[in-house]
């Protein structure tokens, strides 16, 4: 039986495994996947013992991502464009390649499950740090007419404009702000892409910024209750708000479809993990 897991620190809460479980047995695949808790000094070499051990591959989250970039032989565009790697493919010549499934798995569940219109849209994105980074490119594949990147420091949103100007100026009207500039302009959509949620707050922004067909998206998500965001989205009148589990389900669909070149249908699991909370 083939063997994969996920890595992190802290990991105990990950739904990963429940995921992944579900998906081998909904396409009748024959593997086993747990979820791992690595040593922050000794990242690479506890990689490196688990391809020995004859794992085929990991995903990778909190803090590892930026590390498991580092250690790949092999990129593909979408984990050069993001800076950090969630997808690990242990490779039959030895070599390492990386991946990152995140932004296809926020684009998905924004388009095919919540049928979202992201291209020609005005889109503001909350936070630059990996997170944003790792969504930027599929976003703005989606050609929207304008995206801003908004952030409490002004240089780490600058930073990331400069980083994607160059590929997608063409289609998209690409720009940074700080939180306190943002003025009366309304937008389309807002993507949440900071962890201020899980200290049960929302960045500060405009009670007036939503219009009044503004759609908004957490990418963190809570199976239980609304997260701060959507909470926040809910009560300023927003047309719809959603949380980020679609995007968890997703992004791991993709790394499924890496991994065993089947693509697994998300449907019922969405379903059972808002049903049956972990």
Request: charged share 25%; with cysteine.
């Amino acid at each position: 039986m083939d063997r994969y897991a996920v890595v992190g620190n802290p990991i105990k809460h990950s739904l990963s495994p429940q995921i992944h479980t579900q998906f081998a047995s909904e396409t009748g695949q024959s593997l086993e996947y747990l979820a791992l808790e690595l040593d922050n000094d000794h990242f690479e070499e506890q990689i490196r013992q688990l391809i020995v051990s004859g794992y085929k591959g990991v995903n990778v989250t909190v803090p590892f991502k930026e590390k498991a970039w580092a250690m790949t032989d092999r990129l593909s565009p979408r984990a050069k464009d993001a800076g950090a790697v969630n997808t690990l493919i242990f490779q039959q010549d030895g070599q390492i390649a990386g991946d990152n499934t995140d932004g296809i798995g926020l684009t998905r569940d924004m388009i095919t499950n919540h049928k979202i219109l992201i291209r020609h849209r005005k889109v503001l994105v909350l936070g630059a740090g990996g997170a944003v980074r790792g969504v930027l490119g599929p976003l703005l594949s989606q050609k929207p007419e304008l995206l801003t990147i908004a952030n409490r420091t002004l240089e780490r949103a600058e930073t990331l404009v400069d980083q994607f100007t160059e590929s997608y100026l063409e289609s998209t009207d690409l720009n940074a702000c700080a939180y306190q500039e943002l003025g009366r302009d309304k937008f389309d959509l807002i993507i949440n892409g900071t962890s201020a949620g899980l200290n049960n707050e929302v960045p500060p922004l405009p009670d007036d910024i939503l219009g009044i067909n503004s759609i908004c998206y957490d990418m963190m998500y809570n199976t239980r209750q609304p997260t701060a965001f959507v909470k926040w989205a809910q009560e300023r009148g927003a047309l719809r708000a959603f949380d980020g589990l679609g995007m968890l389900v997703e992004q791991a669909a993709e790394a499924f479809f890496i991994w065993r070149g089947v693509r697994p249908d998300t449907t019922q699991l969405m379903t059972d993990l808002r049903k049956h909370p972990a």
